[in-house]
Every structure is written in C-alpha cells, then in structure tokens.
DNA sequence: TGCCAGGCCGGGT
DNA sequence: ACCCGGCATGGC
C-alpha cells in the first residue's frame, strides 16, 4: 500500500491497533446499527438496541411484526427516533418486497447494482449505503464520513468543496479494494477522529497523523 | 449551559 | 447542482 494514504492507514494502525469494528453480532444489527448511528454518537445507538434486543426486535421478521409508533419508543434513545423507526421500516419493506426478507440474497447482488438499489430507499444515503454494504455485506465499498473529511481537509489532501464520490475514489485508487483493509482503515479514521480531530480546537499532540503535513487551525 | 455526535430528506435557489 | 432547516436524545 503506497503514497499517503497508504502511510495514514500504517500510521493509525500502529497506534491504535485493530478496531474490531463493526460492533454487532450479526448482519441485520449491523444494518440497524448504520441507519441509527446517523449523527447520533453510538453510546446512544448502544442503548436503542440493547432495547431491542430485549424486546426481541432484531431480526427483520419480528421488526415488521412491530407498529412503527413502538419500534419509535424502543430506539428512542438513539434521537430522531420517528425519523428513524420510518426509515427502519422502510428498509424492511424494501428487503420483503425485493429480496423475500434475504440479507444473504439481497448480498448476494453485485456490489455497483446494490449500492444503486438501497440509495432509492428512503433514510438510505451514500454513508449509510457503503457502511452496509462494507460492514454488513463485506463488499469493498470505502465509507467516508465526517471525520474522514476533517481528517483529509486538515491534512490538504482534499479541498473543502470536495464531493463524496471524490473522497470515495480517492480512497478506492490508492487503497487496494480489499474489504477488511476498508473496514479496518474507516474505523481507524473515526477512531483517530474522535480522539484528536474534534471540529473546533483541533488537538493534534499526540495524534498520530502530527508529524505529516498539516493545515494551520483556522 | 451549550455544543456535538460514525446523516438524510425536502424545498428552495 | 448546491444550500439550508428540521429532525432529537444523551454526554461532557
């Protein structure tokens, strides 16, 4: 793995190691964990689905089987909860309709078609897509995030207009698409992010991305 | 106390 | 094609 990125991604893993991400014990919470951790910090998504693991609503069966108003109540604590028990629902009445209620099928598509397909769902954006196709699915999709941004713009490797897709592609030409190096990178920039890259008062002593250059705070 | 967290939608330019 | 207000809880 060569030029900068590739020195990031080396960077980061020696300092914090693997990540493990992501947390979830099978595909249907990781796909509920991504529409739940929409700019919402996941010690709140935590609680929401320890919720509805209680209830027995983590799996897409018995979640249909729930009135949108109580699935609302049960992900309460993840905030924007109407907004996201809809989009919950209709993620599910998606997967029913398209895929007869199949991860495995609907995984089983080709990665281009897929990512085109749960765009048209409602709740579904570009993020949300690529981590369920990365962390879900296993496809190699690179998932750009907030932090990856502020990341990449402190360090001018992206102007501040930068689109998505530019950030996407820059990670997919340089790194090699492999899933598990995708999967391991993206939680190792959220994890440098959290850490060093806040939004205001950068802290970068101690980051280990300090030493490569870097833009003047603002 | 205010600010922020692993975004997305819909309506307006 | 962008820009913005709305959506909401919990931790520091």
Not at 43 to 58: F, P, R, S, T, Y
Not at 92 to 97: D, E, K, S, T, V
Not at 106 to 135: K, N, P, W
Request: a positive charge; one cysteine or more; glycine letters at 8%.
């Amino acid at each position: 793995m060569k030029g900068t990125l590739g020195k990031f991604y080396h960077a980061l893993f020696r300092a914090f190691g693997p990540q493990h991400w992501w947390p979830g014990e099978t595909r249907f919470e990781v796909v509920v964990g991504a529409i739940l951790t929409q700019s919402t910090a996941w010690a709140n998504v935590e609680k929401a689905i320890q919720n509805l693991k209680q209830a027995g609503a983590l799996s897409a069966r018995a979640m249909e089987e729930l009135p949108e108003h109580r699935l609302a109540e049960l992900i309460r604590p993840s905030g924007y909860y109407r907004q996201k028990a809809r989009k919950l629902k209709a993620f599910l009445a998606h997967l029913r309709r398209r895929h007869g209620g199949s991860l495995a099928r609907m995984f089983g598509q080709q990665t281009g078609l897929l990512r085109r397909e749960l765009l048209e769902v409602y709740g579904i954006g570009e993020e949300t897509a690529d981590s369920i196709l990365l962390y879900a699915g296993g496809h190699p999709v690179f998932v750009v995030d907030a932090y990856t941004r502020r990341i990449l713009e402190r360090h001018e490797l992206i102007s501040p207009g930068a689109s998505y897709q530019d950030l996407q592609n820059l990670f997919q030409r340089e790194i090699p698409r492999r899933a598990p190096i995708y999967n391991e990178f993206h939680a190792l920039l959220v994890a440098a992010g959290k850490r060093h890259c806040l939004r205001r008062e950068p802290r970068c002593e101690g980051c280990p991305l300090e030493t490569f250059p870097h833009r003047r705070a603002p």
